[in-house]
């Protein structure tokens, strides 16, 4: 299973954009590119996930350069309310066994 | 609305004692997931399961155990706490179809072993 390294922690400021970079160097062939969203005493949400190049939802943006060995999660004009961790995970989603590594994860501080 | 229900929030039991911790999905998902968080370690995957009866250990199985009888239920169990084992435990489900695999969480049940 392929290791992800993010950042330990970021702090912003409402109405910026944030970027947040992942380091999957071992990533596999089959292997996809998750990220969640925890807050305080809460289970991890699903964000977004992509295989390659450029994925975009109603949260976030996720950005994958073809050697696919990065990948960057795009949080366009955060509010205090994006305060959370976000993990960064990879591993393959087959079905039967979709085994997750969600690491230390980014811990986001969005000031006023 | 997707629900992940855990039995307890917090729960405080002694040391040798045998810990049942109860997950319940209403999502008809095949796969269920078990994980511990602490601080600065991340989630880290005890057991999950791809199927009733079917079971799979995760990075740290030493010390727990699993029960799928049925569907929408997946048991946690800690046949000897001990003080180590205190930890948030999270519960999660997904389905084999669809295009994301993602994963739903329960609000997680914090154990403290005393």
């Known amino acids: 299973l392929a290791k992800t390294t993010q950042p330990i922690s970021m702090d912003s400021y409402e109405g910026q954009e944030v970027n947040i970079t992942c380091s999957h160097n071992n990533i596999a062939t089959n292997d996809y590119i998750t990220w969640y969203q925890q807050f305080p005493s809460q289970g991890p949400r699903f964000i977004i996930q992509g295989y390659k190049t450029k994925v975009t939802n109603e949260v976030a943006s996720l950005f994958i350069p073809a050697d696919r060995k990065s990948s960057t999660l795009s949080l366009p004009r955060v509010s205090l309310s994006d305060t959370a961790v976000y993990y960064c995970?990879?591993?393959?989603?087959?079905?039967?066994?979709?085994?997750?590594?969600f690491g230390a994860g980014t811990r986001l501080f969005v000031k006023a | 609305d997707v629900k992940v229900t855990q039995s307890s929030r917090y729960l405080v039991k002694r040391t040798g004692e045998k810990v049942f911790l109860e997950c319940v999905q209403d999502?008809?998902?095949?796969?269920m997931f078990w994980y511990r968080q602490d601080p600065g370690l991340g989630l880290r995957l005890i057991y999950f399961s791809y199927d009733v009866k079917m079971k799979e250990k995760g990075d740290i199985p030493e010390g727990y155990s699993v029960s799928r009888e049925k569907k929408e239920r997946f048991s946690l169990i800690l046949e000897s706490a001990s003080t180590n084992q205190t930890s948030m435990y999270l519960c999660?489900?997904?389905?084999?179809?669809?295009?994301?695999?993602?994963?739903?969480f329960g609000p997680g049940t914090r154990l403290t072993v005393l």
């Open positions: 999660a489900s997904s389905s084999t179809s669809g295009s994301y695999n993602e994963q739903f």
């Open positions: 995970l990879v591993g393959d989603a087959w079905a039967g066994g979709f085994k997750t590594i």
């Open positions: 999502m008809d998902h095949e796969n």
